[in-house]
């Protein structure tokens, strides 16, 4: 972990030296190891301790979600949504993505029980956010965990196979630029649940930044 500036949580560690940036089927960047030990483990034990409500989304099978802000997050993750590590990360996503330097970032959590699942979706919506980064949170994730991510080029045909498959590694990072190609599943979770952190970017508003987390 990081110092802040004053009166601020100390901010997490990142390390986006062994990032990898494709283009193909759509832009994206994986990169292991991406959010520092204590970081993690500090908000994978809030996640398993809270309660949850499935959502009941018949293409979200086993899939909630939940908004991290200062009225839900304990003072040891409070670092994750800290206005000085957004505008860090947006910094650092510039350095492999087309994105404005300012605007709002929204964070939120994600989980997926045993058995669950997700169809293919490309995350366009109509409030217009840019890009995605997504944080793996896990117990040891094994082959027979299931819970891959799955890339397609563009929306896939009922069967077709996705061009790749990213494991969900604890604390690994991946990014990617939010658009009608951006099609990406998850194969059913066999050991789970599976846990996600996400960073949604969205552009500035009337010319306007605040990064911080909105209102869900």
């Known amino acids: ?13 990142t390390d986006w030296r062994a990032a990898s940036f494709f283009s193909q089927p759509f832009p994206h960047l994986e990169c292991p190891d991406f959010l520092d ?3 993690a483990e500090a908000l994978l034990s809030w996640l398993e301790a ?20 200062a009225f839900n997050l304990p003072e040891s993750c409070s ?10 990360l947006r910094q650092l996503m510039s350095r492999f993505f ?14 997926i029980l045993t058995g669950g699942s997700l169809s293919p979706h490309a995350d366009v919506s109509q409030m217009r956010f840019t890009h995605r980064l997504l944080v793996q949170l896990n ?4 082959y027979e965990s299931g819970g891959f991510l799955c890339l397609y080029d ?3 045909s009922p069967n077709e196979p996705p061009r790749k498959l990213v494991a969900p590694l604890h604390r690994s990072g991946f990014a990617f630029e939010v658009s009608e190609r951006s099609f990406h599943s998850v194969t059913p979770v066999l050991g789970g649940p599976r ?16 990064e911080t987390s909105p209102t869900p």
Not at 80 to 87: E, H, K
């Open 50 to 69: 809270r309660n949850w409500l499935d959502l009941g989304l018949a293409e979200y099978k086993g899939y909630s979600d939940v908004p991290l802000n």
């Open 79 to 88: 670092g994750l949504i800290a206005p000085d590590f957004l505008v860090q």
């Open 154 to 156: 563009g929306n896939p």
């Open 139 to 142: 117990r040891g994730w094994t």
């Open 37 to 39: 030990p204590e970081s």
């Open 195 to 210: 846990y996600t952190l996400s960073y949604t970017f969205y552009p500035p508003v009337n010319g306007e930044c605040d």
């Open 98 to 111: 087309r994105i404005d330097s300012t605007g709002n970032v929204r964070v939120t959590a994600h989980r």
């Open 1 to 13: 972990m990081q110092p802040a500036s004053a009166g601020t949580p100390l901010l997490p560690a």
